[in-house]
Structure formats: structure tokens, C-alpha cells
């Protein structure tokens, strides 16, 4: 169940990485405001990783992966309206893809988190190969899905779609299993 959430999440994410920019560009918007969202999305997660790894180890990691994507979610949402009703703005794409990024870079350190509490030692180098193959699969699959749905439906339906993923992946994380520490035989952290 948890897989399945992570995928989902993976996908939004990479969606929007060719989705605003398409979206920003057929709204007739400008390189600089193209390159405002995408310096936004980039100093998000810079900032932000460190503040998630920190927080992965203090709260339950399948809660923080739940509400990020729901975080996700909203901000997608708003992204959605703001195009469908010619309402968006360069400040409001900025702290759109800000929000989503930051809420991203908190997602990934709870993910790992949770893998090394629930996944057994003995499984988990065949574990990571599944996740880094299923992981570059969404980040190819992520921006041609975010570029075909926002380029032939339109922004709004992209941004609906792109928000869809991350509700997805909340409502699949919190019906998982739950975090059980699993007995580790001095393994420690290497390799997850």
C-alpha cells in the first residue's frame, strides 16, 4: 500500500516539474516567469531537505509523507483554479511551486525513514532495486504525462490531475501498514 502511495507521490512530483512551465507558456507567460518557478522549486528543496531528514526522525514518517502530499495536493489545486479561471499570477506560481517543493523535500527523508522501520534487513537490497527502478520509471513517465496533459487538456485539467496523485498517494499511505520496527541485526543504516 505504502509503494503505491510513494509511486503516486513520484509521479506528481515529476509532473510538475514540465507542467508549469508548459502551463506558464501557453498562458502566454514569459521566460522570467518560467524561470521564477523553476528557481523557486530549486531553492525549496535545497532549503528544505535537511528540515526533512531532521523531521523523519522525530515523527512518524508516514504521517509527515501523508501530509505532505496533502500539502501537495492543495497546492496543485490552487495551481488549477488559478489557470482555469485566468487568475495566476508570477507571486502566486512562486509560492505554489515553493509550497510543493518544500512539502516534497519533506517526503522523501520520511520515506526512507519508514522503509528502514518496516523492511527487514534481509529484503531490503532487493527492495531498493524495485524502488530505484519504479522511481526512474515516474521520473521519466512524470514529465511526458505533465507536458501531454497540460499541453492537449490545459493547465487546469493538468493541475487537477497533477493534485489527484498526491490524494492518492495520501489516502493509500494512510490505509498501509504502519511503522513496526523490525528487528535489525547491527545492519544500521546502510543500504536504505
Request: aromatic share 8%; proline share 4%.
Amino acid at each position: 500500500g505504502v509503494l503505491a502511495g510513494q509511486v503516486a507521490s513520484w509521479l506528481g512530483d515529476a509532473f510538475q516539474v514540465v507542467a508549469l512551465p508548459v502551463a506558464i507558456v501557453l498562458a502566454h507567460g514569459s521566460a522570467g516567469q518560467m524561470a521564477a518557478a523553476i528557481t523557486a522549486t530549486t531553492v525549496a528543496r535545497l532549503v528544505f531537505t535537511l528540515f526533512g531528514g531532521v523531521w523523519a526522525d522525530r515523527v512518524q514518517p508516514r504521517l509527515i509523507m501523508a501530509l505532505t502530499d496533502v500539502v501537495r495536493a492543495i497546492s496543485a489545486a490552487v495551481l488549477a483554479a488559478a489557470f482555469v479561471f485566468g487568475a495566476w499570477s508570477t507571486p502566486l506560481v512562486i509560492v505554489c511551486a515553493f509550497v510543493s517543493a518544500a512539502a516534497g523535500a519533506f517526503f522523501g527523508p520520511a520515506f526512507m525513514t519508514w522503509r528502514r522501520a518496516v523492511i527487514p534487513a534481509d529484503q531490503r537490497q532487493r527492495t531498493n532495486g524495485t524502488l530505484t527502478s519504479l522511481r526512474q520509471l515516474m521520473l521519466m513517465l512524470g514529465p511526458v504525462l505533465g507536458g501531454a496533459v497540460v499541453g492537449f487538456a490545459g493547465a487546469g485539467v493538468g493541475f487537477a490531475v497533477n493534485a489527484a496523485t498526491f490524494v492518492v498517494s495520501a489516502v493509500v499511505l494512510q490505509l498501509g501498514v504502519p511503522e513496526q520496527r523490525v528487528p535489525d541485526a547491527g545492519a544500521g543504516r546502510s543500504g536504505l
